[in-house]
């Protein structure tokens, strides 16, 4: 027993005299002068530490500081940038008898960020690039000797109950986040450390969850900061959210070559909702206008899941907003960076209508966005085109070049706009070229020319042929009711050009071929109020038995007028039967005329 109680007796002397020396010999305020200088020299920032640095001797020994504060630039309206309620250093007990501080953990707890952007655009972190006056050498210590650290290595960090308020007052927005929590495991340069957090935030219009975790690395020489092996998942919530909801999860490798000023992004894994994709992103930020380059890779994206319900109500409700919205767009922000992007998509489900197999390659430069390439599988054909967006100027103007072959244009515009007019094989072609993105504005400076072509198709909501006959049947006296067919007109091609000035698409020459009909003439589609009007002449050149026709036609050559009106959802097709019945009435007195003919040649011995 008498053993045992000397033990405790040596050991209580021994925990009383590094306490002793600690607190007598070693004095962390030492250090704290020289922080507030160090901090001074590089901002031109005060920093405030109320509470002298003081020893925590249980459960473990450490440094405490508290109450501590950096402040923000002058005129700002919180007076604080930075504020820290409490900072806890734990440290290894033996390295501080050779005077070297080697922390063994870091807990921080209720620090406040106030982040402002004023109307001048001046921010919170303005100074704080190290550009103030250079170093100067530092006091002596009340011994007469300098403090300096030997080593600093620090086993790991916590942060606790961290809140970050950004202001704009450019803006006039004010935003919270919360960072619940953020550990880092033993902190040394040239090794990692394994990193994880936990971010919540409360905005007007929706709520962010996020947490994380990987590996953190600061190089030896500290120019290089290294994320590894970084899983991060998101949740986003709000009533402007798709579905209310929006979860995603992401892989990634980052690095920040901080000597080069250059940030690199490896995207290991991208899942967003239903679209997992991967690539890499390299950003040089240490010019005036960064620059982005980057390549994505994406899987199946169905946009139409992304889109809220809407019904016939909503749509006319949206209508005359939509319509009064004659404000051009500020592209100003096309200035601020440059980007490369090249975008790989499996398949793209937009508005109902189906793509397949995208190859996007875009360019921005100086404020003008350009799309040097995009190649897609479009309903069994090749669609290609580029296209450029010039926002250097108030009213941005544009250009494009597009063309697609091999579509069937049947399911196409089913699935696009849900219109029952064409079928066929389609080669299409147009280049134009206009201004303002206003709706109005861009339909009425539109300006282009291109041409089409459809192969092997038909003419739905019209029977032609059937026209033909029962004009025929009614001039030959048959009023009966005539039989009821599909309404639809067969054609081996149909083909013509067009051009697009002041929302008015006119096409000159449209020529429809079947083996049993031509139809030919031309017309206006008006893209601004969707009205048809085409003026055409149809003849029979064959007979109509390929149609539900018998005998061989008589109205055969005859060119009979044809009017196509009505609107692109409701085309409206007639065929003018007055002018038939005269040409039909032409075509017997030519007829009367031969025979006369005929027959006075023979009474005059065939002279």
């Given amino acids: 027993m008498k053993i045992l109680k000397w033990f405790f007796i040596v050991l209580l002397l ?3 005299s590094l306490v002793a020396y600690l607190t007598l010999i070693f004095d962390p305020n030492d250090f704290k002068p020289e922080l507030v200088e160090v901090v001074k020299e590089k901002t031109g920032r005060d920093l405030v530490i109320e509470n002298d640095l003081a020893w925590t001797f249980f459960p473990t020994i450490g440094i405490e500081l508290s109450k501590i504060s950096l402040s923000n630039p002058k005129g700002f309206d919180e007076a604080s940038m930075l504020k820290v309620n409490k900072v806890v250093a734990e440290v290894a007990l033996m390295p501080l008898f050779s005077k070297e501080v080697e922390i063994a953990q870091l807990n921080l707890d209720g620090l406040t960020l106030n982040l402002e952007t004023r109307k001048d655009g001046q921010t919170s972190f303005d100074g704080l690039d190290g550009g103030a006056s250079k170093p100067k050498p530092t006091e002596s210590s009340a011994g ?19 809140t970050i308020r950004m ?3 450019i803006a006039g927005t004010e935003q919270i986040f919360e960072l619940e929590k953020l550990t880092l495991g033993q902190l040394s340069l040239g090794k990692f450390a394994s990193l994880a957090y936990q971010f919540k935030a409360e905005l007007p219009d929706m709520t962010m969850t996020s947490q994380g975790e990987g590996m953190f690395k600061i190089a030896q020489d500290m120019q290089s900061i290294e994320l590894k092996d970084l899983n991060i998942e998101n949740s986003v919530m709000g009533e402007g959210i798709p579905n209310k909801k929006l979860d995603s999860q992401l892989q990634t490798q980052i690095q920040v070559l901080l000597d080069k000023k250059i940030l690199e992004v490896t995207l290991n894994e991208l899942v967003v909702a239903d679209i997992k994709g991967s690539g890499e992103v390299k950003v040089a930020y240490g010019t005036k206008v960064p620059s982005i380059d980057g390549k994505l890779n994406l899987g199946d994206i169905d946009v139409d899941a992304f889109m809220p319900a809407t019904d016939a109500k909503t749509e ?8 009064s919205s004659n404000k051009e767009p500020d592209l100003s922000a096309l200035k601020s960076v440059n980007f490369n992007l090249e975008l790989t998509v499996k398949s793209i489900k937009v508005a109902n209508m189906h793509t397949s197999n995208w190859l996007m390659k875009t360019k921005l430069k100086s404020g003008v966005l350009s799309m040097t390439e995009l190649n897609a599988d479009l309903y069994q054909g090749k669609l290609s085109a580029s296209a450029q967006l010039d926002g250097r100027q108030k009213v941005a103007s544009y250009s494009f070049d597009e063309s697609v072959k091999g579509v069937q244009i049947h399911e196409l515009m089913k699935d696009a706009a849900d219109i029952d007019l064409l079928a066929g094989t389609a080669n299409f072609s147009v280049k134009g070229k206009g201004r303002s993105l206003v709706t109005e504005n861009l339909k009425k400076n539109l300006a282009a020319k291109g041409q089409f072509e459809i192969a092997d198709g038909a003419l739905y909501g019209v029977n032609i042929p059937q026209m033909i006959r029962d004009a025929k049947a009614k001039l030959g006296g ?16 149909l083909t013509g050009s067009f051009s697009v000035v002041n929302g008015v698409v006119s096409n000159p020459d449209l020529l429809m071929a079947s083996p ?3 139809l030919a003439g031309a017309g206006t589609a008006n893209i601004i109020t969707e009205a048809l009007d085409y003026s055409l002449t149809t003849s029979v ?36 039967t007055a002018a038939l019945f005269d040409a039909k009435l032409q075509q017997e007195a030519d007829k009367v005329k031969d025979k006369v003919k005929d027959s006075i040649f023979k009474k005059l011995g065939g002279f």
């Fill in 541 to 576: 050149v064959g007979s109509l038995e390929g149609q539900g026709g018998g005998e061989r036609d008589a109205l055969h050559g005859i060119e009979i007028p044809f009017a196509i009106t009505g609107t692109f959802a409701e085309p409206k097709f007639a065929l003018d």
């Fill in 516 to 518: 049993l009909i031509r």
């Fill in 478 to 493: 048959d009023l009966s009711a005539t039989e009821k067919t599909e309404q639809k007109t067969d054609f081996t091609s």
């Fill in 167 to 169: 202001t704009d007052d």
């Fill in 144 to 162: 007469g000797e300098d403090v300096k650290l030997s080593a600093l290595d620090i086993g790991g960090i916590a942060i606790t109950n961290t």
């Fill in 316 to 323: 006319k409700e949206a209508a005359p907003v939509n319509a």
């Fill in 14 to 16: 021994m925990f009383g």
